[in-house]
């Protein structure tokens, strides 16, 4: 299996610009999660659905944020307008499906390489 | 408030053991997992405890005390290639009553020198 794919790797942008960060879950996995990593936060939750269904977007910071999963396959994650201090390494993240019930294998998340966002 | 609490840095030799604490508060509990990550790569899952006790995969080993809301991660035998940094995470109580989600600690940056 490929694994989580996402692009692009690197992504430099000006302030007030749009971003859209995509995501390809591994064929087959139910949850997709998303996330952001600084060094001040650590690694923060944003959103995550079931089913391509958003279950928790508590984490999404603001209303320039937006995640969308029109199907199994695809996920993305938007900044409109972005701003310097959405700079960050934006991970997405999936899970196997039918272990959400099993305690344990829950917490196993796949996560993709990243996306290494930079707004100027 | 929700918190996972782990030392920002630790080094050690290699062929030594090291040990890796982490304490939680959070609204809810499922269980604590460790991830390691390198230096620009993604988290990786190493290891998951529901129930108290301890729980041991090749050279890495986990424990759990849910009394004290406590659990370390066991490195032995260290090896260069463990220089990565280590987080805890709680499997918490989800928002509006959803299955919920892992929250991550800050992360132990771990140095292995020769």
């Known amino acids: 299996d490929a694994g989580v794919i996402q692009s692009p790797r690197h992504e430099v942008t000006e302030m007030g610009q749009e971003v859209t960060l995509r995501c390809k879950p591994i064929s087959g996995h139910d949850y997709l999660f998303w996330y952001r990593q600084t060094m001040m936060r650590g690694l923060e939750l944003l959103i995550y659905?079931?089913?391509?269904?958003?279950?928790?977007d508590s984490g999404m910071p603001e209303d320039r944020f937006s995640a969308k999963m029109p199907n199994a396959s695809f996920s993305t994650l938007k900044i409109q307008p972005s701003e310097p201090r959405d700079s960050a390494v934006y991970f997405c993240?999936?899970?196997?499906?039918?272990?959400?019930?099993?305690?344990?294998?829950?917490?196993?998340?796949?996560f993709g390489p990243g996306t290494r966002l930079t707004v100027l | 408030g929700q918190s996972l609490e782990q030392p920002s840095e630790v080094t050690a030799v290699e062929g030594a053991i090291v040990q890796i604490n982490c304490t939680y508060q959070t609204s809810g509990f499922y269980g604590l997992s460790w991830y390691q990550q390198h230096d620009g790569g993604a988290p990786t899952f190493l290891s998951y405890?529901?129930?108290?006790g301890l729980e041991e995969t090749g050279r890495f080993s986990s424990f759990l005390s849910r009394s004290d809301s406590y659990g370390y991660l066991l490195l032995q035998e260290l090896q260069m290639k463990d220089s990565a940094s280590y987080f805890c995470?709680?499997?918490?109580?989800?928002?509006?009553?959803?299955?919920?989600?892992?929250?991550f600690g800050k992360g132990t940056k771990l140095s292995v020198k020769p």
């Open positions: 405890n529901a129930l108290d």
């Open positions: 993240a999936s899970i196997k499906p039918g272990t959400i019930e099993a305690l344990g294998a829950y917490n196993e998340q796949f």
């Open positions: 659905f079931n089913n391509n269904v958003p279950i928790d």
């Open positions: 995470a709680v499997r918490d109580y989800g928002y509006g009553g959803s299955q919920g989600n892992l929250i």
